[in-house]
């Protein structure tokens, strides 16, 4: 299977949303405040529009998702700001085929 890598866009949002919720849903136990998180991701600051990704297959379906945000770290020499990443989500059938 062929996987594009693109930025995220507003349009992708709902089923972004729909992703994650399905991907946690399965963790042990399930974890179903991780989409409202991304959400709220979104509407902060931080939030780096150019690296919020979406993976998709040959029919343009997304099968995944990654954002990275700005955040502070606080050293000894003072203050940083780096990217993080959030929890990534994937469908199952593709999540451990690299």
Do not use: H, W
């Not at 993976?55 to 945000?69: C, F, M, R, S, T």
């Not at 955040?71 to 003072?78: C, E, K, L, R, V």
């Amino acid at each position: 299977m062929k996987i594009n890598i693109r930025q995220e866009v507003p349009a992708d949002y709902a089923g972004v949303y729909e992703l994650v919720k399905m991907s946690f849903a399965t963790t042990t136990p399930p974890d179903d405040t991780v989409a409202d998180y991304l959400n709220e991701v979104r509407t902060k600051d931080t939030f780096i529009p150019e690296l919020s990704l979406v993976a998709e297959d040959n029919n343009g379906k997304i099968v995944g998702q990654v954002v990275l945000y700005e955040t502070d770290i606080n050293t000894p020499t003072g203050n940083r700001i780096n990217c993080c990443s959030r929890r990534y989500a994937f469908i199952q059938t593709i999540f451990v085929k690299g």
